[in-house]
């Protein structure tokens, strides 16, 4: 059974900085197709980016020119580089990772991590 953990959220002021990860365990890592959502206090959850095994990438509006993911196929973990934070972006921010057929763009993953906050005020 596949494990997600995230980490390195936080609280930042507006302009600022962070970086999330995700370390993924109990599945071949480089298969995947990974991605990050996130969901703000009584709202559902919302796609942010999505990263194939081949390196592809896929980006909201929203975050574009932004948010950079990545992710290292020897260290099994996902990043998501968050620069230029908006208060918009405060969110419990989750890890998901899905095998094929991918069903992320419709908002559905077969794995999901537990959330790591993000809080970012003006």
């Known amino acids: 059974q596949p494990r997600l953990l995230e980490s390195g959220g936080g609280s930042v002021q507006t302009g600022g900085a962070l970086k999330l990860s995700c370390a993924v365990s109990?599945?071949?890592?480089?298969?995947?197709?990974l991605g990050w959502f996130r969901q703000a206090p009584g709202k559902t959850r919302e796609r942010v980016s999505f990263?194939?095994?081949?390196?592809?990438?896929l980006y909201i509006d929203s975050v574009k020119g932004r948010f950079t993911i990545s992710r290292d196929n020897r260290k099994n973990t996902l990043y998501l580089q968050m620069n230029s934070l908006e208060p918009e972006d405060t969110a419990t921010y989750f890890c998901?990772?899905?095998?094929?057929?991918?069903?992320?763009?419709?908002?559905?993953?077969?794995?999901w991590g537990q959330g790591t906050q993000v809080t970012v005020s003006s």
């Open positions: 998901v990772a899905d095998q094929y057929p991918s069903k992320l763009w419709d908002g559905n993953a077969d794995y």
């Open positions: 109990g599945v071949r890592f480089s298969s995947l197709i």
């Open positions: 990263i194939g095994d081949d390196m592809s990438t």
